[in-house]
């Protein structure tokens, strides 16, 4: 197209059709002038192809989020990540007022832990074969769901430590507490009893 003295072509390199459009860009302002070869919705073959991009992280992504909850439910890991927490209260619990109750909470240790190691074994397997599937439909998903888990695990890694903080800081206060209930009985006692000449 001609204006002028001005020759406008489309942006594609060594492209001599004629041009039906200028772009307005993808995420920010382009101008560049395209033809029907090389557009895809009113966008010139880069901002298109940019576009087309974003779109494929975004189906793997929501892919990726849906594929972790139907493994939860499937492997059901939840419940037996619940079962197992239930087990290991058990055993803080029980075991913290000594005696036989000692043995329960052991055994309740254990009990969780082989629950928590069939859950995650079952996750396991359930997850391998369903990336096997997508990847089938979905080139290079196995890779890019791999890197998606890491950068989750991460995620929940700092949210799990805070709460461990968290619950860490209600234990030392409690304890800190109880000790502070016995030394102050301790000394109320001792006081009484320096008082009657004891």
Not at 77 to 88: H, R, T
């Amino acid at each position: 197209m001609e204006t002028g003295n001005m020759i406008i072509a489309c942006a594609f390199e060594s492209c001599t059709n004629p041009v039906i459009g200028q772009c307005p860009g993808y995420k920010s302002s382009c101008g560049r002038f395209y033809c029907a070869a090389h557009s895809t919705d009113n966008l010139c073959s880069e901002c298109a192809s940019l576009k087309a991009q974003d779109d494929l992280v975004t189906d793997y992504m929501e892919t990726a989020a849906r594929l972790d909850k139907h493994i939860d439910k499937e492997s059901g890991s939840i419940v037996l990540a619940i079962i197992g927490f239930a087990g290991i209260c058990f055993f803080v619990v029980k075991g913290a007022f000594g005696g036989y109750l000692v043995i329960g909470g052991s055994i309740g240790l254990i009990i969780a832990l082989l629950v928590i190691l069939i859950g995650r074994r079952k996750r396991f397997v359930v997850e391998r074969a369903r990336v096997s599937e997508i990847n089938q439909e979905k080139p290079d998903f196995a890779e890019f769901y791999k890197a998606w888990k890491a950068e989750k695990n991460k995620e929940e890694l700092k949210k799990g430590l805070a709460i461990a903080g968290m619950v860490t800081a209600g234990v030392i206060a409690a304890a800190f507490s109880e000790g502070q209930r016995k030394r102050e009985t301790r000394q109320a006692v001792d006081e009484e009893l320096r008082r009657h000449g004891l």
